[in-house]
């Protein structure tokens, strides 16, 4: 009994020295550098930075801690832990400790704030010891988590201890973004791309806090989505693909994952099947839905323009109703996307009566319709959104009925659009876009479209010209990065000058991604001095 008690209090005297000497031995590198919040290089750029200029020591020290009956809460702390781990090696732990006694602690937190009560508002508190994440909701936990990401140096600093410590600079960030809506949209129907690279964009786009990322599976070239009850539309329709290759398909399955991983990066995936036009793939699966009185054959150009369903034949909408059937029952997310451009061949009053019923299909799955901006001339009701990329008209049409609209204008936005003469990619028929012009722009005042009603933004990337993950981020990158900051960031806080700057330094976490983006000579690009493959030989 003695030896048991004396063994007690010896284990309890252990306990208690490393309890107060690890404390210590944190204290003696603990003499950080100043560093400035607000001169990190965060895009979007963040609401309010209010900078104390001092620093939080990550090492393998560190713990998270998350509110854990918060619906989503762990797993945004999971989340930063393997990204924390993917770019310093750290193994930080996750809700397995007790709080008390430790220093370097990050607690995410579900907080019922007034402040919070925007949808992704959230709010950082960093200081010597603590970084704490107040959010509302996962979601805004989850766009936190990437603003603490994008502060964590590429490189740790010198100390005298045996370790590796990141400095974090201290300060408040209070950050809540402008537009509900944030999206990029991926034609995967001119060129087919593979799960895996959809989920690697997935991944870009959710570092910068987009929310939306619209597939565009339909075209005239290839069907790219199952329809089990009419299998032939990925048999024939989906076999080829823009200059004649094999194209492919995403089985139901494999749609599933896609949109399951996409949802716990907290982004919502829209399907679009487009018609009445670009419907030559569907056609020529079931040629009773072709409506243009011409033989129907696979297709492997890149002409627009000259396919049409049927638009008076019954069969066509219980075609329709079947694919939104099937595709509204695997997709979570309130949006359904019915194409609606470019149907040249489509008589006007059969465009018209088209769209008026295909909405009410959509309606009937549960789903608001979106289109590009010609549905606007159809009476449609005033929950359907229109999508902006070419027609001053037709905008104006859907104010009149006071839709949304989501600002997609070519002429800025669209990422298939070549930076200059010299692009490898591209096209250039609604002009060129360099890195700059993608940037100063204001979505709030273009073409005199009203701010209420505008539901967001997003940057459209067409396939014609590209048929791999590294053509696609060719295109897509740096502009992305900008688009992510117009739709995030209030006007007060967009400035070409100094956003030039914090894009220069994205090219470490771009070289980490291993994207192959365009190295714009706008722009003096960041190289890190210290590789991740030294932080692993270390």
């Known amino acids: ?16 020295a490393l309890c107060s000497c690890e404390p210590e031995k944190k204290k003696r590198v603990l003499n950080l550098p100043q560093t400035d919040l607000a001169m990190e290089n965060m895009i979007p750029m963040p609401m309010k930075v209010i900078p104390t200029n001092s620093g939080f020591a990550l090492d393998k020290f560190t713990a998270i801690y998350t509110s854990e009956n918060a619906d989503g809460f762990p797993e945004v702390g999971k989340f930063l832990s393997e990204k924390i781990h993917a770019k310093t090696l750290l193994d930080i732990s996750v809700n397995v400790e007790e709080i008390s006694g430790r220093e370097g602690v990050i607690y995410i937190n579900q907080s019922d704030s007034l402040e919070l009560n925007a949808p ?61 809506y944030r999206g990029s949209m991926l034609d995967v129907a001119r060129h087919f791309f593979s799960v895996e690279d959809v989920k690697k964009y997935i991944d870009l786009l959710a570092y910068y806090k987009y929310n939306v ?45 896609l949109v399951n991983y996409a949802a716990q990066r907290h982004i919502m995936i829209v399907p679009e099947i487009d018609m009445p036009g670009h419907t030559n793939a569907a056609s020529v699966s079931y040629p009773f839905l072709n409506g243009n009185g011409k033989e129907v054959k696979l297709y492997t150009g890149m002409r627009v323009g000259f396919s049409t369903f049927d638009t008076r034949k019954d069969t066509t909408y219980a075609f329709i109703d079947d694919v939104v059937r099937e595709i509204s ?114 979505p709030e005042t273009y073409e005199g479209i009203p701010l209420e009603n505008i539901l967001g933004i997003e940057a459209p990337l067409w396939s014609e010209t590209i048929s791999t993950i590294d053509e696609l981020e060719y295109l897509a990158f740096p502009r992305a990065i900008g688009y992510a900051e117009l739709s995030w960031s209030t006007p007060e806080n967009r400035d070409w000058e100094k956003y030039k700057v914090r894009l220069a330094n994205q090219a470490p976490f771009l070289d980490r991604m291993n994207v192959k983006y365009y190295p714009s000579p706008l722009i003096d690009w960041k190289k890190s001095k210290y590789t991740y493959k030294e932080i692993q030989k270390d």
């Open 329 to 442: 029952a695997i997709t979570p997310g309130p949006y359904f996307h019915i194409g609606g451009d470019e149907s040249h061949v489509t008589k006007k009053k059969d465009y018209i009566y088209f769209v008026e019923k295909v909405e009410k299909i959509v309606q009937k799955y549960g789903k608001r319709m979106i289109g590009w901006d010609e549905i606007a001339t159809a009476d449609i009701d005033s929950t359907s959104i229109s999508q902006f990329w070419s027609s001053k008209e037709n905008a104006d049409l859907a104010i009149k009925k006071n839709m949304k609209i989501i600002m997609s204008p070519a002429k800025k936005a669209y990422l298939d659009m070549e930076y200059d003469t010299l692009s490898k990619h591209g096209l250039h028929w609604a002009g060129y876009i360099p890195t700059d012009t993608a940037y100063v722009w204001s």
């Open 120 to 180: 992704e508002a959230y709010q950082l508190y960093i200081t010597k010891d603590s970084i704490i994440l107040n959010s509302n909701t996962a979601a805004g936990a989850f766009r936190g988590v990437q603003t603490i990401r994008q502060i964590i140096p590429e490189t740790p600093i010198d100390t005298v201890a045996p370790y590796k410590v990141w400095n974090i600079p201290t300060g408040k960030i209070i950050d809540n973004p402008v537009f509900e």
């Open 1 to 16: 009994m003695k030896s048991n008690l004396i063994k007690a209090l010896f284990i309890s005297c252990i306990f208690v």
């Open 213 to 257: 990322l619209h597939l565009h599976l339909s075209d005239d070239q290839g069907w790219r989505i199952e329809i089990k009850s009419w299998p032939k539309l990925t048999e024939i329709g989906g076999s080829t693909e823009v200059g004649g290759k094999s194209g492919g398909f995403y089985t139901q399955e494999e749609y599933t994952d």
